[in-house]
């Protein structure tokens, strides 16, 4: 019995040290990136907190995280893009100013019926200067254009969206390891603390000459086997915090402890499942690919537009002078003026409009079907949390009356113990049991937070971010 309930242990405190390294491995690059910088972040502010609950701890990343930053600012970017793009619209103003110095002056031969005759033109200095003016009137492909940086701006802010809902994941999981790392060391430390008083007890009868030395060994052999479990959970509490710090956006310096434990979020269980809607309207891939979707429909239109005319609009001032001699001086300035208008009709481009226009219908087709084989694959994975959800929800209340019934026994069989009925091996039995059902039992509910945490990410409802 002691040996399977050491195996489950054993079990319990690898598997909480995998997830540890796990999310470290997700977050190496960003703490080495941080590292190199050598970024003290302005989280500085909280430095007085030392106790965080999972709210704070999400607000704080949303504010901090520097990938929402950089979404925030690339959003802003595209945004100037945008305006870049309506700017086409309006007029092009310029103005411009040439000198040209004739090193020889150009002749002209002329015949007439006296016979030929040679006339040389220009001047030793040419000035022109004035301001130049175009603007499209009709540029139906520059129309269609706008409306592709418009899509644009809604792809950022949904890429944005899907990073806050990515960072919220997370910050949950990390926080939800962290809490069942402490409650794991909590449980232990409690059995180590009284498998500690056991050998401190059969140590004294021994000196006392009313316990043999095996019971004194076996004792402190119970006391040894849970220090490295300890040790364990200590730095795996450790690696979680730094990584918590890291998705938070705050200086690694910072000393903080979680204000929460799992049993504090037990209560709303029942409700979050009842509540659940499993809907994908708001699943951040599926908008993406709605948003890329409408992109290829509007490039479509943009490649279509390139078969209509073009009409521009065109308007000159112009001052010209000439002279001879010094470019200094003798200036004869005469302005001149135009307006014109320039129609361009495409005719033939060698079948490219064509094949261009061919690309862009095969790619919107594939989209139709990516969304509908990406739509399945959600539903499968949305089916696959709420299994898991439900699931969770029943070990949970096995496990519960699992600790219930561990605690019971072992108070009973210390009783018997006390009492000189029972042996110290049923006693060691009963603790390693009751140690096992709470570690079970804390895992169960780190389970099921883990498995409501992805299931809002896949539907992409958090009230963190709209």
């Not at 301001?131 to 409306?147: D, E, Q, R, Y």
């Not at 490649?303 to 010209?320: E, I, K, V």
């Not at 495409?346 to 919107?364: C, I, S």
């Not at 006390?418 to 009963?430: A, E, N, R």
Request: one cysteine or more; glycine letters at 4%; proline letters at 3%.
């Amino acid at each position: 019995m002691r040996n399977s309930n050491f195996a489950g242990l054993y079990y319990l405190t690898k598997k909480l040290m995998f997830q540890s390294i796990k999310l470290t491995n997700k977050l190496r690059a960003v703490l080495l990136s941080l590292t190199l910088l050598g970024s003290i972040h302005a989280a500085a502010q909280y430095l007085p907190e030392t106790q965080l609950s999972l709210d704070e701890c999400i607000k704080i990343a949303l504010n901090d995280n520097p990938t929402i930053k950089i979404k925030d600012m690339e959003i802003k970017r595209v945004d100037y893009s945008h305006k870049e793009a309506l700017g086409q619209l309006l007029p092009n103003v310029n103005f411009s100013g040439q000198y040209t110095r004739n090193l020889a002056i150009q002749t002209i031969y002329m015949t007439t019926p006296e016979g030929s005759t040679s006339i040389k033109m220009g001047r030793d200095n040419t000035y022109s200067t004035g301001f130049n003016a175009s603007v499209p009137l009709v540029m139906p492909t520059l129309w269609k254009s706008i409306k592709l940086s418009d899509n644009q701006i809604l792809q950022n802010v949904e890429a944005a969206r899907a990073n806050k809902l990515s960072l919220v994941n997370q910050v949950k999981n990390a926080y939800y390891a962290l809490l069942l790392a402490e409650d794991s060391k909590r449980a232990i430390e409690e059995n180590h603390a009284t498998a500690q008083f056991n050998a401190d007890v059969f140590q004294k009868k021994f000196d006392l000459g009313t316990a043999s030395e095996y019971d004194v060994l076996r004792a402190r052999v119970a006391v040894t086997n849970l220090e490295p479990s300890i040790i364990e959970a200590d730095n795996a509490i450790e690696t979680l915090e730094l990584q918590l710090k890291v998705l938070m956006g705050m200086d690694v310096r910072t000393d903080f402890k979680p204000s929460q434990k799992l049993d504090d979020f037990k209560m709303q269980m029942y409700n979050d499942v009842l509540a659940t809607d499993t809907s994908l309207v708001n699943n951040t891939s599926l908008k993406s690919l709605d948003l890329q979707t409408d992109y290829l429909k509007k490039s479509l239109d943009v490649t279509r537009m390139a078969w209509y005319p073009t009409l521009n609009g065109s308007f000159n001032y112009m001052w010209n002078s000439m002279s001879n001699g010094s470019p200094f001086k003798n200036f004869d300035w005469h302005p001149s003026s135009s307006v014109g208008l320039t129609l361009t009709l495409p005719l033939f481009t060698g079948g490219q409009r064509l094949y261009k226009q061919r690309q862009a219908e095969v790619a919107l087709r594939e989209m139709r079907w990516q969304r509908e084989n990406l739509q399945r694959s959600l539903q499968m994975q949305v089916q696959t949390q709420m299994n898991l959800i439900n699931r969770t929800v029943k070990q949970i209340e096995s496990n519960e009356a699992g600790v219930r019934q561990a605690t019971k026994a072992n108070d009973i069989m210390e009783q018997s113990f006390k009492m000189g009925v029972g042996t110290f091996i049923q006693l060691l039995d009963t603790e390693d049991a009751l140690l096992y059902a709470r570690l079970s039992y804390y895992q169960a509910i780190h389970d099921y937070l883990v498995a409501q945490s992805n299931l809002e990410y896949l539907l992409g409802n958090t009230h963190y971010v709209h």
